[in-house]
């Protein structure tokens, strides 16, 4: 798995959650239950994973929908 983005906006893990979904790309979303650790502040950055096998079509639906600023590697 590789990680594609890193934030602290729910609203555009969500969105993007969804793109993959419909896309059906293997993924999932890490440390999103790491508010209990930091006291649901929303401080620390919530990681989408992609399967490897589907990191080039998920970057490219990214950036197809307007999220390519999101990408980790700023692609």
């Known amino acids: ?11 555009l893990i969500g969105a993007i959650e969804a793109l993959f979904v419909s896309a059906d790309i293997g993924h999932m979303v ?6 209990v650790m930091e006291g649901t502040i929303g401080i620390l950055p919530r ?4 399967v490897d096998e589907d990191v080039d079509r998920a970057r490219r639906l990214l950036r197809e929908a307007g999220f390519g600023a999101a990408l980790r590697d700023g692609d």
């Open 1 to 11: 798995m590789q990680e594609l983005v890193r934030t602290n906006d729910l609203v």
């Open 30 to 35: 890490a440390d999103q239950y790491m508010s």
């Open 47 to 50: 990681r989408l994973l992609v």
